[in-house]
């Protein structure tokens, strides 16, 4: 597609209940993103792929937090046991490699709140 | 830690003046500066960066400064437009492919 797609774009979950959010990000994009942007924040580290290869996972929270990539396109992220503080907005990302000047292209999010 | 900081939360600007929004950093490794643009409800959208080795870039009516010894970063928009108005963050990048965002100023056009 044109451009990096989330879904769901809302998801309620209750406190304790399993979530996984999917990002299909642009065709060709090596390297893939996630970031957590809570209210009034701007957008936090999660994790990043590289193809299939998970590079680097320094910014999930806890062990609750898990994301795979298995194919190098098509990128879930999974929350078990959810919490009201996982309550954010999950953003995806995608870009070429070596994206320093240009940035990388993010999809509109989905926004986790947990009750 | 916070390595990325934007002080003002808002801005408010007349429409057709300049908009100056500011970010100041704390490592001086870092090789790119950029600055991205946030409607409601959407994702961030790349607006325009500069590398280390620059001290300015222009695109359109936005220019964005660097200045290395006081690890400060601002973008100016010139003529400031209503669509302008939007949530901006300055990010940093090194090396490693992440960015790492300010937490974002709300600029507001007033017509």
């Known amino acids: 597609g044109a451009g990096v797609s989330q879904s769901p774009r809302y998801k309620v979950a209750k406190r304790g209940q399993d979530v996984a959010l999917r990002c299909d990000p642009i065709?060709?994009?090596?390297?893939l993103f996630w970031y957590q942007q809570a209210l009034g924040q701007g957008p936090e580290f999660l994790t990043y792929f590289q193809n299939e290869a998970q590079l680097d996972k320094s910014g999930l929270p806890s062990d609750r937090f898990f994301a795979e990539r298995p194919e190098g396109s098509v990128s879930t992220l999974k929350i078990q046991r959810t919490q009201q503080e996982d309550s954010a907005v999950y953003l995806c990302?995608?870009?070429?490699?070596?994206?320093?000047?240009?940035?990388?292209?993010f999809g509109s999010g989905t926004r986790l709140t947990v009750v | 830690d916070q390595q990325v900081k934007q002080n003002s939360p808002s801005l408010s600007v007349q429409e057709g003046r300049i908009s100056i929004l500011n970010c100041d950093y704390t490592?001086?490794?870092?090789?790119?500066f950029l600055w991205y643009k946030k409607y409601p409800a959407e994702g961030p959208t790349f607006l325009i960066s500069i590398s280390s080795i620059k001290d300015k870039n222009e695109d359109g009516r936005f220019t964005v400064f660097l200045n290395k010894s006081a690890k400060h970063l601002s973008l100016h928009i010139v003529p400031s437009q209503p669509g302008d108005s939007a949530v901006y963050f300055c990010?940093?990048?090194?090396?490693?492919?992440?960015?790492?965002f300010g937490t974002g100023t709300r600029l507001t056009i007033i017509p």
């Open positions: 990010a940093v990048h090194f090396g490693n492919e992440k960015l790492t």
């Open positions: 065709s060709g994009h090596v390297s």
């Open positions: 490592n001086s490794m870092f090789d790119y």
């Open positions: 990302a995608s870009s070429l490699a070596k994206s320093g000047s240009y940035g990388y292209t």
